[in-house]
């Protein structure tokens, strides 16, 4: 008999055990989402658009879109990364003490300015020689007219598709990109040869010759 009761109180202590691992091991799944701020020229929040939002050490994430919104799944207790090019990165943690599977928060992300020293460059040793150089120049008609043919419409127009984008114009090409890619994941993006506006440009386009060869 006393065995028996010994087995049961064993029994009772390695049960209770169990039950505790598993409600310790059990995490909360939330659908984390809001939207992303910041100041406008008015003092106003106006929408950031293209912000990194990340959950910290994964790949799980998104990206606001053009009006700020951003959703994904975090686990509570997860720090959450809000960062962009030219912003201050800001870290939050999501509560673990959540009595819903939906959390919600506005962020409102300023500006991080990097201030370099200012560098001027001269093609002279010295501003003296520079300006001996400008006041010596002979601006002669064939100079000028060359100057005003470089400046011609059709030759910017050229200009405009054969100079290749600089930094700035890459990466928010890249960005939109990402955030777009970010926004129809896991479902079919919205196919262009059904829509009529789509059409209009296309037709506009090859009426105005964009798709012929250029010499």
Known sequence: ????????????????????????SYVQVIEFSGMVFTEGEDGSPVPLPYTNVAVKGTTRGSSSDLDGYFAFIALAGETVVFSRIGYKTV??????????????WLQIMSSDDYLLPEVIIYPWPSREHFKQEFFAIDISNEIREKAQENLAADAMKEMRYAVPADGKE?????????????????????????????????????????FKKKE
């Open 1 to 24: 008999m006393r065995l028996l009761s010994t087995f049961l109180f064993l029994f009772l202590v390695l049960c209770s055990d169990i039950s505790a691992q598993r409600k310790d």
């Open 91 to 104: 870290e939050i943690i999501v509560p673990d003490t959540l009595t819903s599977n939906h959390y919600k």
């Open 170 to 210: 890459t990466s928010s090409v890249v960005i939109r990109q990402q955030a777009t890619d970010y926004v129809y994941t896991g479902q079919i993006k919205p196919q262009n040869i059904f829509s009529p506006l789509a059409w209009k440009k296309f037709v506009d386009a090859w009426r105005r010759g964009d």
